[in-house]
């Protein structure tokens, strides 16, 4: 049975939540233009508050999620994963329930809006009242609430986020941020009824209570232990993102709000709160743990630029897709692009454990269109140069080449690198070899005898066909190259050369129901295959879904092992715990131990083997069937 007041009103409404903030919006327009000025200015400063509340606890967790930045300095070392933000989707919902508490306080005090805009006795006098009443308010109330029933039915939500973030510290019940509502409340009243209160004062007091809160829950450590060298007393007046992780980690502790010297009177003071506060600020300029694996990606465009945790953390759980929500983000998306271009590079975006070893995501500050610039060649192969030297220097096993990272017109799908830096410790890979193992496992299972395909001479290409001859599989490849044709027919078994059929014109694939496209089509193009035609897919980006009447596969895919550890971000389209089949072959690279390098022309004879390997290790594949609308 659920505590009382321990689920929220609205929480059945999702994101229709919003539309409860229509009557202070419509309060603020209503008096605008029927009134000829702004006299509810009440709503006005209510809505403006709730902004920048919101914009604080974003910006904290912008900051948090930027592991270029905050890796050497995380507390808990674990990931946030997929169940924690989910959890944590709805953190917000005090700010709306606080401004509902203070339209309840206007209307019953209405004068509090004759207060003046500045009183700098106000600031003295809400710093006396907030450590003589909320300080040992909230520590009183937090001790309470760590109680067997209050803690059962109310606070064991808030302590259900494994890895402290800011969105947590919004995360607890109706019934808590009602009770903390209360601790916010009294210092303003307290200052209003004698007198003091000010615009300015309830604004910087109220938006430096949230940043607070943030910084609590931020789970890098950010504050310096020469303070406290410096300025002994301080340790006792605020706290850390150590002092409050320990909390989190080791309950019966650390109750205080941000003042520890409550922790030091009510004697629950941690005692390895300083220690631990010291060590971490220490080792913040040192390198974490290093990476077994890591998979170097690009960006595609503009706007999936933006599909990273450190943007907006809820858009990046889920499979990107472009939202209304992010277009008016993309000015600076491209002044980031900008930027990244003349002074970035390579950094890391994001990580997982898996069978407890560390798997990171390190970023080329590149944008897709760049790839295809003469120009910009040079730079690129400058850039996935630094990221393989620099991985080689920490110590990482395997580094994966993600799709035009390793484009043959670029680097030879990774051969220049081998070449130049032939001692490299780190493993190149190029991960192909398991795409063409997933692209082959969905196209055999249902028992085809004919294929089509497109990008018939690339290096996926040729490797497609040459296995699938092999098995009888009639292949119509579609290259304008005789030459290229003829290469690779001569890499086939003689008895097998037959199957493998050179073609000039999409005409030729009018009977042909399974499409394997490696060269992006149109919809033109798209019209010569049959009614029912399944059009399984190696190509970036993604052919459009023109047809109705047939079936378009996603990009060569594969599931992580269920106990993956502290992922709770989406690789580009894919859902939620599956990654291209080129990370995944980075992933059972490392997992094997393989000491060579897979760069270059993919070896058709590995193919069974590296699928054996990725099944072994509990990556499954991933169903590409999908009709159009």
């Given at each position: 049975?659920?505590?009382?007041?321990?689920t929220?009103p609205?929480e059945?409404?999702?994101?229709?939540?919003?539309?409860?903030?229509?009557?202070?919006?419509?309060?603020?327009?209503?008096?605008?233009?029927?009134?000829?000025?702004?006299?509810?200015?009440w709503?006005?400063?209510?809505?403006i508050?709730?902004?920048?509340?919101?914009?604080?606890?974003?910006?904290?967790?912008?900051?948090?999620?930027?592991?270029?930045?905050?890796?050497?300095?995380?507390?808990?070392?674990?990931?946030?994963d997929?169940?924690?933000?989910?959890?944590?989707?709805?953190?917000?919902?005090?700010?709306?329930?606080?401004?509902?508490?203070?339209?309840?306080?206007?209307?019953?005090?209405?004068?509090?809006?004759?207060?003046?805009?500045?009183?700098?006795?106000?600031?003295?006098?809400?710093?006396?009242?907030?450590?003589?009443?909320?300080?040992?308010?909230?520590?009183?109330?937090?001790?309470?609430?760590?109680?067997?029933?209050l803690?059962?039915?109310?606070?064991?939500?808030?302590?259900?986020?494994?890895?402290?973030?800011?969105?947590?510290?919004?995360?607890?019940?109706?019934?808590?941020?009602?009770?903390?509502?209360?601790?916010i409340?009294?210092?303003?009243?307290?200052c209003?009824?004698?007198?003091?209160?000010?615009?300015?004062?309830?604004?910087?007091?109220?938006?430096?209570?949230?940043?607070l809160?943030?910084?609590?829950h931020?789970?890098?450590?950010?504050?310096?232990?020469?303070?406290?060298?410096?300025?002994?007393?301080?340790?006792?007046?605020?706290?850390?993102?150590?002092?409050?992780?320990?909390?989190?980690?080791?309950?019966?502790?650390?109750?205080?709000?941000?003042?520890?010297?409550?922790?030091?009177?009510?004697?629950?003071?941690?005692?390895k709160?300083?220690?631990?506060?010291?060590?971490?600020?220490?080792?913040?300029?040192?390198?974490?743990?290093?990476?077994?694996f890591?998979?170097?990606?690009?960006?595609?465009?503009?706007?999936?630029?933006?599909?990273?945790?450190?943007?907006?953390?809820s858009?990046?759980?889920?499979?990107?897709?472009?939202?209304?929500?992010?277009?008016?983000?993309?000015?600076?998306s491209f002044?980031?692009?900008?930027?990244?271009?003349?002074?970035?590079?390579?950094?890391?975006?994001?990580?997982?454990?898996?069978?407890?070893?560390?798997?990171?995501?390190?970023?080329?500050?590149?944008?897709?269109?760049?790839?295809?610039?003469?120009?910009?060649?040079?730079?690129?192969?400058?850039?996935?140069?630094?990221?393989?030297?620099?991985?080689?220097?920490?110590?990482?096993?395997?580094?994966?080449?993600?799709?035009l990272?390793?484009?043959?017109?670029?680097?030879?799908?990774?051969?220049?690198?081998?070449?130049?830096y032939?001692?490299?410790?780190?493993?190149?890979?190029?991960?192909?070899?398991?795409?063409?193992?997933?692209?082959?496992?969905?196209?055999?299972?249902?028992?085809?005898?004919?294929?089509?395909?497109?990008?018939?001479?690339?290096?996926?290409?040729?490797?497609?066909?040459?296995?699938?001859?092999t098995?009888?599989?009639?292949?119509l490849?579609?290259?304008?190259?005789?030459?290229?044709?003829?290469?690779?027919?001569?890499?086939?078994?003689?008895?097998?050369?037959?199957?493998?059929?050179?073609?000039?014109?999409?005409?030729?694939?009018?009977?042909?129901?399974?499409?394997?496209?490696?060269?992006?089509?149109?919809?033109?193009?798209?019209?010569?295959?049959?009614?029912?035609?399944?059009?399984?897919?190696?190509?970036?980006?993604?052919?459009?879904?023109y047809?109705?009447?047939?079936?378009?596969?996603?990009?060569?895919?594969?599931?992580?092992?269920?106990?993956?550890k502290?992922?709770?971000?989406?690789?580009?389209?894919?859902?939620?715990g599956?990654?291209?089949?080129c990370?995944?072959?980075g992933?059972?690279?490392?997992?094997?131990?393989?000491?060579?390098?897979?760069?270059?022309?993919?070896?058709?004879?590995?193919?069974?083997?590296?699928?054996?390997?990725?099944?072994?290790?509990?990556?499954?594949?991933?169903?590409?069937?999908?009709?159009?609308?």
């Open positions: 049975m659920e505590g009382l007041l321990s929220w609205w059945k409404l999702g994101c229709f939540k919003y539309l409860l903030y229509g009557p202070f919006v419509a309060k603020v327009m209503y008096s605008r233009f029927q009134e000829d000025s702004i006299k509810a200015t709503c006005l400063h209510v809505l508050l709730c902004s920048l509340r919101g914009l604080i606890y974003q910006l904290w967790s912008s900051f948090s999620n930027m592991l270029f930045l905050t890796r050497n300095r995380l507390i808990i070392k674990q990931g946030v997929f169940k924690q933000i989910d959890k944590e989707w709805d953190w917000d919902n005090f700010i709306l329930l606080q401004a509902i508490m203070a339209s309840l306080a206007y209307y019953t005090y209405p004068n509090i809006i004759n207060i003046p805009n500045w009183n700098l006795n106000g600031f003295i006098m809400i710093i006396i009242l907030h450590i003589v009443f909320s300080e040992p308010l909230y520590y009183y109330l937090h001790k309470l609430f760590h109680g067997s029933y803690f059962t039915n109310y606070h064991s939500l808030h302590h259900s986020s494994a890895v402290p973030q800011p969105f947590t510290a919004g995360h607890a019940t109706f019934l808590e941020h009602i009770l903390l509502g209360g601790v409340g009294i210092p303003i009243f307290g209003y009824v004698m007198g003091y209160g000010s615009i300015a004062m309830i604004y910087s007091y109220v938006l430096i209570f949230d940043f809160r943030c910084l609590g931020c789970n890098f450590e950010i504050i310096p232990h020469q303070l406290f060298l410096a300025l002994p007393f301080m340790k006792y007046l605020i706290y850390t993102p150590t002092y409050h992780s320990l909390h989190h980690t080791e309950m019966g502790t650390n109750y205080c709000l941000f003042m520890p010297l409550f922790d030091v009177i009510g004697n629950t003071l941690n005692p709160s300083w220690e631990m506060h010291t060590k971490a600020s220490i080792q913040s300029g040192s390198n974490s743990q290093v990476p077994n890591v998979f170097l990606a690009h960006v595609v465009d503009i706007t999936s630029a933006l599909h990273v945790p450190y943007v907006l953390r858009f990046s759980s889920i499979p990107y897709t472009t939202k209304p929500y992010i277009i008016p983000l993309l000015p600076l002044l980031a692009m900008i930027v990244m271009w003349l002074y970035s590079k390579p950094f890391l975006n994001t990580f997982y454990y898996l069978n407890n070893y560390l798997h990171q995501t390190w970023v080329i500050p590149r944008f897709g269109f760049q790839y295809f610039l003469p120009f910009a060649t040079n730079g690129i192969n400058n850039q996935i140069e630094l990221a393989i030297l620099r991985a080689n220097k920490l110590g990482v096993k395997v580094i994966s080449l993600a799709a990272n390793k484009n043959e017109g670029l680097n030879g799908g990774g051969t220049l690198f081998i070449n130049k032939p001692n490299l410790k780190v493993r190149v890979v190029h991960g192909n070899t398991l795409t063409a193992a997933v692209i082959l496992n969905q196209v055999t299972k249902h028992d085809v005898n004919e294929v089509f395909l497109t990008g018939a001479t690339s290096k996926l290409g040729r490797a497609i066909a040459l296995y699938l001859c098995k009888q599989v009639r292949v490849m579609l290259t304008s190259s005789t030459e290229r044709f003829q290469k690779i027919l001569k890499e086939a078994p003689y008895e097998d050369q037959k199957y493998l059929v050179h073609v000039t014109k999409y005409q030729a694939a009018k009977n042909c129901k399974t499409w394997i496209v490696g060269k992006w089509i149109t919809p033109r193009e798209q019209k010569f295959a049959p009614v029912g035609a399944h059009f399984h897919q190696f190509v970036v980006p993604p052919v459009l879904p047809r109705s009447d047939c079936t378009y596969g996603d990009l060569a895919a594969m599931r992580l092992p269920s106990h993956v502290g992922l709770g971000s989406c690789e580009y389209t894919m859902e939620r599956v990654v291209h089949a990370h995944a072959g992933v059972v690279h490392s997992l094997e131990g393989w000491t060579h390098h897979e760069v270059g022309a993919i070896d058709v004879q590995r193919i069974d083997l590296v699928w054996e390997a990725a099944l072994k290790h509990g990556l499954m594949p991933v169903s590409s069937f999908k009709k159009t609308d």
